[in-house]
Every structure is written in structure tokens, then in C-alpha cells.
DNA sequence: TTTTTGAGATTACAAGTGTAAACTGAAATC
DNA sequence: GATTTCAGTTTACACTTGTAATCTCAAAAA
């Protein structure tokens, strides 16, 4: 069985502080956000529940938050939703799009070759 | 003020065809498509009352139904929203990540160079 | 003309999302 | 000891999504 954890829009800026800081205290997190505390305590309640954060005991009665999503999990189920809904799960449609539509430049894409060359 | 029309993932479908073929009474549309009918009439509905389809009388009850969202609108849209969340909207980012993670090739990068070349 | 058909309209309903207020109770402060 | 503070918990609520059944009524078929 997969777990299949979504993380929404709203909730991801609290992900990426996580990913970045590893593991912290929920002033912690607040600290590093902008917008209502309320709907902050939400998001990251319900990060918890669907198992994206882990709240481990601590001393007092706060907790200590770290992501069991990782980043690269979170971007690989991103791409792959991406690709399938605009380019029927072709990343070559994808990489043609970005030329045709000059998000990409030559030299861009020379640089990604050196970088494969050198290994 | 901007529109802003969303298309679903359950609504898709339906938008690929009409994108595909133009314009189409609902029974062309369904024909060319899997899934409950009942539940594809809604999402029809839904399409035109958003805005992204619209609806204009045919003879007898019926309408021919027409994408009012292009798809290049919503792959950009897709493209945006996914590089942000995914790459903090850099294509850079997102092509390094692309390249790491071997969904990309070498030959891939160098076709594409090649294309852009000969224009 | 009566009956059937079926496109479109209406209603339903649980999950999930975005946003936030109110409540609780232990710890910190007075 | 009394009071304040605030992390965590509970409750709220409208909107969107996924999925689908039911109702309506004109057009097509019998």
C-alpha cells in the first residue's frame, strides 16, 4: 500500500521551512512566516495528521516538528503530476514547450551538458 | 482584474478533447471518453460555468460546447505553478534538478540545441 | 397521439482546502 | 498564590473537487 501524501498550497511554505531547518519548535516555524497564526497552527496541525510532519514529544509541552516528506519526494510527485497533466507524461513534450515558449536558452542547455561531461 | 479560470484534474479530459477537435455537441465529446456519463455532464457544467467552455445553442436542445481556455493558457498556467512550488519558480533550478534525476539525457539536451539552432 | 429518450438542470454528499476564531490547561510571570 | 501567556486542540465555515443520482421537458420514435 502507498501512502500518497498530498501537501496543499497552503501548507508547503510550512514544508519548506522545515526541509531547510530540519527539525524545530512550532514558535520556531512562526517565526520564520508571515500571516495569521490561527491558520498557521492549522496547516501545521493538519501536516501532522496526514503524516507529512512528525511531532515528537519534548521538554515542556511543546513539540519538536520535522517533515517525514522529503523535498525531493514532494518535487518528484510535483513533476510527475505536472508532466502528465501538460505533456501526457513526456518530459521531452515538456523540454520542447520550454524552448518553443523561450523559457530555456542554448546556452542553458550547453551548460547542463558540460555539467553531465564532467560528471 | 484577471479571470483566473482553475480546470480541475476530473475536468481534463474533457478539455483535451475540445481541444483536439474543436467544437462538439456533448454526446461527440462523451463518445471520445471513458467514465460515467452523469459525472462527466457535471463537469461539463462546471467547465462552462467557470468559464473555461462555452456553451452556444445548437438546433433542438442541444449546444455545441467550444475550449474558451486555450491550452497553451493552461500548460503556462500548469508550468508557473509548478515551478514555483517545485523550483521556487526558476527553470533552472528545475532543469538541474531534471538532469540529477535523470529524467533528461544528454542526447535529449543536445536534440534540443540542435533544434534551436536551425530555428 | 402516446411513449420513449436523452440533453441539460438540479440536487446530493463526502473530502479536502483556505482561513480563522475560541477553548484549555500547564508553565511562566507577578 | 493569583494571573497572564501561549502551544496545542477544537470548532467553524465557505468553496472546490470527485462522483453521481434524479428531475424536466422537448424531440424522436412507436
Known amino acids: 500500500m502507498k501512502k500518497n501524501i498530498t501537501i496543499a498550497d497552503s501548507e508547503l511554505p510550512i514544508m519548506k521551512i522545515l526541509w531547510e531547518k530540519g527539525t524545530l ?3 520556531q516555524i512562526f517565526e520564520n512566516m508571515h ?12 501536516l ?6 512528525t511531532a515528537k514529544e519534548n521538554t515542556s509541552r511543546t513539540y519538536l516538528y ?23 507524461g513526456s518530459t521531452k513534450k515538456m523540454l520542447l514547450n520550454f524552448v518553443q515558449e523561450e523559457k530555456i ?3 542553458e ?3 547542463l551538458i558540460d555539467m553531465i561531461e564532467e560528471g
Do not use: C, H
Request: hydrophobic share 30%; glycine share 4%.
Open 25 to 27: 519548535t512550532s514558535p
Open 35 to 46: 500571516g495569521n497564526k490561527s491558520t498557521l497552527k492549522t496547516l501545521l496541525q493538519r
Open 48 to 53: 501532522v495528521t496526514k503524516g507529512a510532519v
Open 66 to 88: 520535522t517533515a517525514a516528506v522529503t523535498q525531493q519526494e514532494y518535487i518528484n510527485s510535483e513533476r510527475k503530476s505536472f508532466l502528465q497533466k501538460a505533456f501526457d
Open 105 to 107: 536558452t542554448k546556452e
Open 109 to 111: 542547455l550547453q551548460q
